[in-house]
């Protein structure tokens, strides 16, 4: 059976980034973080990578696949993994979070609304299939255990 293509969730992160600093210049909406906070905002973004990299290592670790809908040989339950089923989700949803922060303006957290979404649609809801499929009873556990986000 051919391979589906699907456009990464990095590349997601991109096209809402690129969204955000749209809808910032051209329909900014209201002023939400002052001036004085914005470089404040930057710090989850920076907590978002490191989660992000954290979860690479796990993967790394248990040799098995991180690229979505790649068949998994492990399922993760260490780390972040405690808390939250899709840390890698929540870590880039942070740097599209910060990101809005740092830019100011109201209308750059559509795009974080956009991104969970899409997220959540065209990624999550399909691995959790496979992983309910690979794993059964073990993932259905973890499930009941861990929330899908935080």
Known sequence: MPRRFHVQPPVW???????QLALHRWL???QWVPPA???AGL??????V????WCIALFVR???????????TALVRV???????NPIYVGLTLILASAAAFLGS??????????????RQRFILREEELLRARFGVEYEAFCGEVRRWV
Do not use: K, M, N, Q
């Open 13 to 19: 992160l991109a096209l809402h980034g690129l969204l």
């Open 28 to 30: 900014p909406g209201p």
């Open 37 to 39: 906070w914005r470089d």
């Open 43 to 48: 710090v989850p973004g920076f907590l978002g």
């Open 50 to 53: 490191g989660l992000i990299f």
């Open 62 to 72: 248990r040799r098995t696949p991180i690229l979505p809908f790649s068949e998994s």
């Open 79 to 85: 780390g972040p993994y405690r808390v939250s089923r």
């Open 106 to 119: 109201a209308t750059p957290w559509l795009a974080v609304v956009s991104f969970v979404l899409v997220i």
